[in-house]
Every structure is written in structure tokens, then in C-alpha cells.
């Protein structure tokens, strides 16, 4: 068991209502689970409280069986390798600099990085694809490209867990389908990952988990053909939703398809 | 772990702190004719072990032995050139303030810079082996640098006229003197108490010294020139105030309501009329024009020439009485 | 992109830079020694001798204090910078010079006899009650809110300078100039006494702060990424206060405040050789006292045998070099 959340309660100091009410879940190891939800349902708190970032203040969070807040920081950094939101970077660090930063946890404190790090480092940027990119500097990349090195760093951190917030926010389809692709690729080498994304419809495919959170609570959890239906996601997002099965040239899945009000016949408002 | 450091850390900077205030001994210097021991190692007592050798102890706790008088004496204190020039020793003097003017023989005495923030270096490089200087907070690191290099430093106070006699003993002493400076400092006394006996039959006048008027800078109790003023037939009208020179304002200067101002002018500053500062009319005696106008530079030196100091601070309290017979003039004998 | 190979060869630099300094400081001064007497008087074989007491008594533990206080200052700058996400940070903002001086000032007002290193000491104890001061608003409920921490340190610098200049304003006149003087910041009260404390407590601290780097680089980033990094955050923001603290404290007790060096010092390094703490640090250190070494030179020379501030000095050379590296512009040095 790598997550296990049990009836946690979270409120931020200067909010007036909880952003995560009672939330249980369990994020079995060795899966890729996806967190979805309307805007403010709690997931980014969601996922400060599995990382130990935050202490639940009612409740449990626990990450392989102990409080994620009483880890060091530096044992969760050898285990959990997190690409966070956060804008465009300011400090004109190399992209080889950024990446090295993940074996943070591993270098001793007046040692220079040694040759087991520099191999990690490398074999990071190679499964991101970012050697050619090595010696630029990240406030010259790409959208695309940082986030990629935001997944590299993660990946020099040598982790057993991917933990990814919005990873694909602002990307257009070829780079999002690079990220979910690389971090289908580290789940099936043997990791697992917790990804926190609006993108239902990548989720539905590439995720193995889905959970739903609607303001504070966990709406629903189980497989993408479990969450992923109609009735649930329209009351939740408060948006008339259909989910269509999809079988077209060899590519299954499940399409979402948000509803126009005002135009598709369905669900028009007006009477017809 | 963390608490063991936190003692660690604490326990590493206290006892650097400790260390910091302990002294620690200084360096051989020139083999010089004295040697210089601090106050901790006890008083010399009666401890000459020949009869040459002369102890003198300054004003910080310091007592210096001499074998032999000094033969380059640094002198970083004015008073003490004039004092040492008077008493013949100027053939030793190595090196002087830069603002030494008196005597002229002086000025050909190379110059070390400033006199209370001396240059230990320039101090060094003229290889005294006796430095008298000020004692003070602003000549501590100096005295305590060339002691530790080993240059013997007479480190004395120069604020009263006690002072001054003591410091023309003392140099008398050092420089195997002992007679010419008994000698200065009887006539100084004569000069004193004859200027008295006159300033003594002539009406008090209450006075206020102006030093410097922007702020209001006067003298108090603790100042020497206090008891110049006494003696030369004033009364300060500031005299209560401890401080040697007190800030004061316009308003209790005129509470005080002083018969006179003394108002020094120095060598090369030109100095605006009192007339001209606003507000200052209050005072009746800007209104009536009881400002009495007098060389600063003879006053302000507590040195051998002091007498005549006294005498110019005389001359400008009774003004008004100055044609009265057996008035000394500058130099002159009491008839 | 700046390879670490040409950090290499600027640490190499820096370190000759520092060497040519400190040399260089050697040979100049106000007692005029020539290279060949310099020489001479440095061999181990040669007697004592003024030379030798003034190289090896006056001058040495001057560079020695102004190297140590230069270095510490700067990589105290860099740990503020770091700390406060604001390049504007320098060791003095939040409260230490002012503290700092209100000891110093304070002591010396009293008119203890307590020479230049008692008031060092006062000037350590005031610098950490204001340090301590501003740790305590500023830290709750476990976290050291930085923005929290500026506020304070200004409010209390307010504070504690109120406090200097009241204290000034009642002093004696001669004590409240030396007192200023003291402010504006000097070495001539370096001794080797007071740079084996400077050395303690400066050489240790800034080894740690180079211990910190790799999460200070993460801190730059921000606070929530580097904790996913490995760094424990409020930990790190602790000890980095506190260290920087400590060198800026123990810089102004040995010298005054001099400015400039910590804000100036870390944005120069930054411009050449980019933001990587690894080498910033030590670069900063070696910069920051080749910078104070030939400042103080050019203090205690340019006017000779009178002394200037050193703060003056390095304000007016900083400045210049300053603006010419700004007007260069901020080239992006990835790290």
C-alpha cells in the first residue's frame, strides 16, 4: 500500500470551510491512480496530505503504513518524486542543473555528485528525452519541454512513486500524450503514480484508479468504466456530461462529451 | 542529535566569547631602556632596584620603569610638547601632532598625524621609546597596540589643572628633570595666584561662555576652563552642569540672565556676530553689546602657558575695568 | 553557459585575488616602508625591528580582521538573499548594525574603561538581542514567515538606531564622536586576539552555510518544491538566519558597520558566474574580503596619516563597479 487516506479533514487557517471533508482512500502500489474533480474539490490538498506537506487535522494520511508529515524529507524525496504546478521558472538554471537538483536527497552536504548520481541524472534526461536539451537554460523551454524536465528531475530522484499535479495543464496534445505516456511507462516498469488532472478523458485512458472529489469529498472511486459515467460526472460538475464508449479503429475507451446547453438537441433548455 | 548540537554550538560560542576577553601578551619591540608592566602585576612599591630607575604610572593603570630617560619621546598630546620644550627635553622629542604650533621649535619635530586617533604605524616608525597620549576611548586600541608591540605608553588625563600639574611632574620626572619641572610649575602657580589676588578686588561678573551656538555648546562644572573663569574673576553662569561641555538652549541661557558673553575666536575661523543670530536678542547682554571678544587659541590650551590664558580671559571679563591701575598687562609682573 | 570549468578558474581567481590583496595591503601605509625593507623584515632570520612590528602588529591583523569580516559579510549577504527571495537583502537589514551600535555606542558613552575589545563584546551582545528580537516575531507555530521577518527587522532596526541616536544626543561631546566614528565603521582596532574570535566564529559559519547550498539552490525554486526535494524548509530557513546573523554580528563587533560588501559582493558574483550556492558561496567569500582588504588599504592610505571610514570607502568604490556590471546586464548564466 503506498497511500492510505482514512477519514481525513483539512482546513487551510484563513478559509472558513474544510477543503477536504472525511476523505478515505487507498493508493495501492504499483498502479496509476488519477485524481479528477471540478475546480476546488479538494485535489491539490488531496495530494499536500499524501506528500506529508500538510497534517490532516482529522483523520489519517499515511504513506507506506506511517504519517506522511512525520517522514524526513529527505526519505520521502528518495521514494516520492513529484512534478508540481508552479509558473514558468525565473531562475536561469540548465536544464542538466534542474535535473541534478533530484539527487538532492542522495548527495552528502560538502560532497560533489558522484558517478552513481550523474548516471541516474543521465538516464533521467534520456527517458525524458531532454538530452539534446541538457546545456540549455529551463526558462528557454517550451511549455512541453519543462514539464518534461519537471518529470526528469522527479525520475533522478530514483522514486517508487510519481506524484503529478496538473502536469498537462496548458499543453497542447502531443505533449500531453508524452507525459502520460512516460508516466505509463514508469507504472508498468513496476512504480506507481497519483496524478491529479482535469483531463478526463486521458485519465479514463491511461489511469488505472479514478477518484472523483467534489468539494472536500470523495465522490467516487474505482475504474474508469465505474467513475467515468454519465450521471456522476454531470452531478458533479454540475454540467450535463456523456460518456460514450468508444471502439474506432482498434482504439477503445471512453469519450466524455460536455454538453452544449443551448445547443445540442438533448439537452436543450428550451422546450421544444 | 539535534539538541546535542544546539548544546555544542552554544558551549563553542561561549567559551570563544570568554577567550575573546581574556588578554593575551604582545610582541618584543626594540630593545628599549624601559619595560612596561600592567597594573594587574601589582604597584611597584618602593622597588627601585638602582637608583636610576624611575617608575611612573599613568592614568590607566599602567606603570613604566625607566633605566635611563628616554631619548625619542612621541608626544601625541599639545600640552605635553609645550610642557617638555619648557622643561628642556625638546632635544628628545621625536614626534608631535600635527597640531603642535607651540613652541616654534616644534614644528620642526616631524608630525605623527592626529593626536587622539593616533597612527600606530607613524607612531612606530619613528621608533619612540615613550609615547604619552590622552587617555581615552578613542586612543584605547592605540595604547593597547603599541604596548603590545612593547613601546611604553604614558597614557594620562589632561582636563583640570590638577592635570596639569601632575603631567609636568610626571614628564619631569621621566626626562630626569625633576628641578625645571618644579620650577614650571611654580611659576605657573605665582602666575595664577598673582592674576587672582587682582580679579579677586574687582566686582564678580556673571558670565556665559560661547562656545558654539549651533546647537548651544557652553562649558560646564567639569571643565577646566570653569576654573579659569573663576579665577580670572567670572562666574559661569553653567557651572552647575556636570558635563565639561553641556548642550544647552537659548531659552535657559536666558534664564540665567549672564552679565556678559565670553565669545572665543580662534586662530584663522571667522565667527558671525552674535547679533546676528535670530532670537538671540533676548539676551540682554547681545542687546547691550556685553560681548566680550577674546583669542580662544591661549585659553583653550591647558598648557604651560596658561597663566596668560587667564590673563586674556581676565582682560575680557572686566573690560570695563581695565583702566584701573595695577591692571597686569600680558607678561608683566604684579607690581 | 558557464561550465564548471569556468567556475573552477573564477574560484582559482578569486583565491589569487585574495592573495594579491592581502600582499598588496601589506606594503602600503602610512609609515612609507620600501619592498626591499618589507622583504627584509619578514624573513624569519631578522631581528625585531619597527618594520617587522609594524607589518607583523599594526598592519597584518588588519587585513587579517578585514578579510575575515569582508568574507563573512558577503556570504552573509548571499544567506539573506537566499532567505528573503529578495535580492535587495543585505546583513544589516533586519536589525544587527543597529543593535550592533547601540552596544557599542552605549559602552562607549558610559565611558567605560573597557578598551576596543569590551566594546566589541558590547557591540556582539546588542547585535544578538536584536537578532533574537526579530526570531521571535518572526517565528510561529513552527515557521519562519519571511515576510514577517523583514517587517520586524526593520521595525527593530528602527528601534535600536532611535536608541543610538538618543544616546548620542545625551553624551559628552567628545564620546558622541567617537561613538559616531565608531559607527561609520574602522579596523584600527584589529587585533590578533579579537581575529582568532572573528576567525572562530566566522570560518565555521560560513563552512556550514556551504554545507547548505544544494538546498539552498532548491529554495530558490520555491519553498513547497524544495521540500518535495528532500529539504526540510523550516529548518533550513532557521539555520540559515541564524548563520547569516552570526557573521553580520560578528563582522560589526570587530569593525563597525560597513555596508555595501553584503549587498554588492553576492549580485556581482551572481552576474559572472551565475546562482549556483554551490559556488557562490565561496566565491562570495573570497570576493567579500578581497573587496574589504583593499578597502581598508585604501582607507587608512588615501588621506594619510588620517584615517577614512571604511564603510565610505567601500560604498564609494562598490558603487561604480557596481553599475558597470549592472549596465552589462543581468546575462542569463544558467547554472
Known amino acids: 500500500m503506498s497511500f492510505e487516506l482514512g477519514d481525513a479533514w483539512f482546513r487551510y487557517p484563513r478559509s472558513d470551510h474544510p477543503a477536504l471533508r472525511g476523505v478515505s482512500v487507498e493508493i495501492p502500489a504499483g498502479s496509476h491512480t488519477a485524481i479528477v474533480g471540478p475546480n476546488g474539490a479538494g485535489k491539490t490538498t488531496l495530494a499536500r496530505l499524501l506528500l506529508g506537506t500538510l497534517r490532516p487535522q482529522s483523520g489519517y494520511a499515511l504513506f507506506e503504513g506511517r504519517p506522511a508529515a512525520d517522514w524526513p524529507r529527505r526519505e520521502m524525496a528518495k521514494r516520492v518524486g513529484v512534478v508540481a504546478q508552479g509558473g514558468p521558472p525565473v531562475l536561469p538554471v540548465s536544464v542538466i542543473g534542474f535535473v541534478e537538483m533530484g539527487r538532492n536527497p542522495y548527495v552528502r552536504p560538502w560532497a560533489p555528485l558522484g558517478e552513481a548520481d550523474r548516471a541516474k541524472v543521465s538516464g533521467a534526461l534520456r527517458r525524458a528525452d531532454l538530452e539534446e536539451l541538457a546545456s540549455r537554460a529551463i526558462t528557454e523551454l517550451s511549455g512541453g519541454e519543462v514539464q518534461r524536465a519537471k518529470l526528469a528531475r522527479a525520475f533522478a530522484q530514483d522514486p517508487t512513486v510519481l506524484v503529478l499535479d496538473e502536469p498537462t495543464a496548458h499543453l497542447d496534445v502531443a505533449h500531453e500524450m508524452e507525459i502520460f505516456r512516460l508516466v505509463r511507462d514508469f507504472v508498468d516498469a513496476g512504480g506507481s503514480a497519483v496524478t491529479i488532472t482535469h483531463s478526463l478523458h486521458l485519465a479514463g485512458r491511461f489511469a488505472d484508479r479514478l477518484c472523483l472529489l467534489s468539494d472536500g469529498r470523495l465522490e467516487a472511486v474505482g475504474s474508469p468504466m465505474e467513475v467515468l459515467r454519465s450521471e456522476i460526472l454531470s452531478r458533479v460538475f454540475d454540467w450535463p456530461i456523456e460518456v460514450v464508449a468508444l471502439d474506432h479503429a482498434g482504439l477503445a475507451g471512453l469519450h466524455v462529451v460536455p454538453v452544449d446547453k443551448g445547443r445540442d438537441p438533448t439537452h436543450s433548455e428550451e422546450p421544444t | ?335 | 553557459m558557464k561550465s564548471s570549468r569556468s567556475h573552477a578558474v573564477g574560484l582559482l581567481g578569486l583565491a589569487l585575488l585574495l592573495v594579491v590583496a592581502m600582499s598588496a595591503a601589506l606594503a602600503v601605509g602610512p609609515a612609507n616602508l620600501s619592498l626591499p625593507e618589507i622583504w627584509k623584515a619578514l624573513q624569519p632570520e631578522a631581528g625585531e625591528s619597527p618594520a617587522r612590528a609594524i607589518l607583523l602588529w599594526v598592519r597584518l591583523p588588519r587585513i587579517v580582521a578585514a578579510a575575515l569580516s569582508g568574507a563573512g559579510l558577503a556570504v552573509s549577504g548571499v544567506l539573506f538573499q537566499a532567505l528573503l527571495r529578495n535580492p535587495l537583502a543585505e546583513p544589516y537589514l533586519l536589525g544587527v548594525s543597529s543593535g550592533a551600535a547601540l552596544g557599542a555606542v552605549a559602552v562607549l558613552s558610559l565611558g567605560l574603561t573597557v578598551g576596543p575589545a569590551g566594546v566589541g563584546l558590547a557591540a556582539l551582545a546588542g547585535a544578538l538581542i536584536a537578532i533574537a528580537t526579530v526570531f521571535r516575531v518572526a517565528y510561529a507555530a513552527g515557521q519562519l514567515d519571511t515576510r514577517v521577518l523583514i517587517l520586524a527587522g526593520v521595525v527593530v532596526a528602527s528601534f535600536f538606531g532611535a536608541g543610538v541616536m538618543l544616546v548620542l544626543t545625551l553624551a559628552e561631546g567628545r564620546t558622541a564622536r567617537s561613538a559616531l566614528l565608531w559607527t561609520m565603521g574602522s579596523f584600527g582596532q584589529a587585533s590578533w586576539q579579537m581575529n582568532i574570535a572573528l576567525a572562530a566564529y566566522s570560518l565555521p559559519a560560513a563552512l556550514a552555510a556551504f554545507g547548505l547550498s544544494r538546498h539552498l539552490n532548491a529554495l530558490a525554486l520555491d519553498e513547497e518544491s524544495a521540500a518535495h526535494l528532500g529539504t526540510e524548509v523550516e529548518r533550513v530557513k532557521k539555520i540559515s538566519y541564524l548563520l547569516a546573523s552570526l557573521l553580520a554580528a560578528a563582522a560589526v563587533s570587530v569593525a563597525g558597520v560597513i555596508g555595501f560588501v553584503g549587498l554588492v559582493v553576492p549580485h556581482a558574483i551572481r552576474l559572472l558566474w551565475g546562482v549556483d550556492h554551490r559556488y557562490l558561496i565561496p566565491m562570495s567569500f573570497l570576493a567579500g574580503g578581497s573587496l574589504l582588504v583593499l578597502a581598508d588599504a585604501a582607507a587608512r592610505t588615501v588621506a594619510q596619516p588620517l584615517e577614512i571610514p571604511v564603510g565610505v570607502v567601500t560604498a564609494l568604490i562598490g558603487v561604480p563597479f557596481f553599475l558597470v556590471l549592472l549596465r552589462r546586464g543581468y546575462a542569463r548564466k544558467p547554472l
Open chain 2, 1 to 335: 542529535m539535534a539538541v546535542k548540537l544546539r548544546v555544542l554550538g552554544t558551549a563553542f560560542f561561549f567559551s570563544v566569547l570568554i577567550f575573546q576577553l581574556a588578554s593575551s601578551p604582545g610582541a618584543p619591540f626594540v630593545a628599549s631602556a624601559a619595560t612596561v608592566q600592567r597594573a594587574e602585576e601589582g604597584r611597584p612599591g618602593g622597588r627601585s632596584d638602582s637608583r636610576d630607575t624611575v617608575w611612573v604610572t599613568d592614568d590607566e593603570g599602567a606603570s613604566v620603569a625607566f633605566s635611563r630617560s628616554p631619548r625619542r619621546i612621541v608626544s601625541l598630546l599639545p600640552a605635553a610638547t609645550e610642557i617638555l620644550f619648557e622643561i628642556g627635553a625638546g632635544r628628545e622629542l621625536v614626534g608631535r601632532t600635527r597640531f603642535d604650533s607651540h613652541p616654534p621649535e616644534a614644528s620642526e619635530v616631524p608630525s605623527v598625524g592626529d593626536g587622539v586617533r593616533p597612527s600606530v604605524e607613524m607612531v612606530v616608525s619613528r621608533q619612540p621609546d615613550l609615547v604619552i597620549l590622552f587617555a581615552g576611548p578613542d586612543s584605547r586600541a592605540a595604547s593597547d597596540a603599541l604596548r603590545r608591540i612593547g613601546v611604553p605608553v604614558l597614557a594620562v588625563h589632561h582636563n583640570t589643572l590638577a592635570d596639569l600639574h601632575l603631567n609636568i611632574e610626571r614628564l619631569g620626572r621621566v626626562t630626569g628633570r625633576d628641578s625645571a619641572a618644579v620650577r614650571l610649575s611654580a611659576r605657573i602657580r605665582d602666575d595664577l595666584g598673582g592674576i587672582r589676588r587682582i580679579t579677586q578686588e574687582l566686582p564678580e561678573r556673571s558670565v556665559y561662555y560661547d562656545a558654539w551656538w549651533h546647537p548651544p555648546i557652553t562649558i560646564g562644572g567639569g571643565s577646566y576652563l570653569d576654573s579659569l573663569i573663576t579665577l580670572a574673576g567670572g562666574r559661569n553662569v553653567f557651572r552647575d552642569l556636570a558635563s565639561p561641555s553641556p548642550q544647552v538652549s537659548l531659552e535657559a541661557i536666558a534664564a540665567r540672565e549672564p552679565s556678559i558673553i565670553l565669545y572665543p575666536v580662534h586662530r584663522g575661523a571667522e565667527r558671525a556676530p552674535i547679533s546676528d543670530r535670530p532670537g538671540w536678542e533676548v539676551l540682554g547682554a547681545v542687546r547691550e553689546g556685553r560681548i566680550r571678544v577674546f583669542d580662544g587659541e591661549i585659553v583653550v590650551r591647558l598648557g604651560p602657558r596658561i597663566a596668560d590664558g587667564v590673563r586674556e580671559l581676565a582682560r575680557a571679563i572686566h573690560a570695563d575695568s581695565s583702566s584701573r591701575p595695577g591692571w597686569p598687562t600680558a607678561g608683566s609682573e604684579e607690581p
